[in-house]
């Protein structure tokens, strides 16, 4: 069993690997728009829109996911928490880009 600290190690390592993946995938206007503490939080609100939402609920084999929802589901919470600047439409990519990851290392 690791220890809390190599849990920790490890998350960061992953999450580190999950937005340089997500940079890449973004079209190039995109890819240095936001700060890696912009795109964590975006990839904390995109788990929050899916909790709620009971998106991870789900015992589908496949599940549908409205990225346009969640996309403006991110940027009404990043407006709460005072986190300007986002666009539904630019983080509709971020959205896309995470999805693609979770399929590929899933």
């Known amino acids: 069993m690791a220890s809390i ?7 960061e390592l992953e999450t580190q690997r999950e937005m340089a993946f997500i940079r ?3 079209p ?6 936001y700060s890696d503490e912009q795109l964590r939080w975006m990839l904390d609100a995109i788990v929050d829109y899916y909790i709620g939402s009971g998106v991870l609920d789900s ?4 599940v549908d996911i409205d990225m346009e929802q969640a996309a403006k589901s991110v940027c009404r919470q990043a ?6 600047g986002l666009r539904p439409d630019e983080v509709f990519f971020v959205i896309q880009a995470d999805l693609d990851y979770q399929e590929q290392n899933c």
């Open 79 to 84: 407006e709460t928490d005072g986190i300007g």
């Open 28 to 33: 190039q206007e995109l890819k240095d728009k």
């Open 59 to 62: 015992t589908d084999d496949e």
């Open 24 to 26: 890449e995938q973004l």
């Open 5 to 11: 600290d190599e849990e920790l190690r490890l998350d």
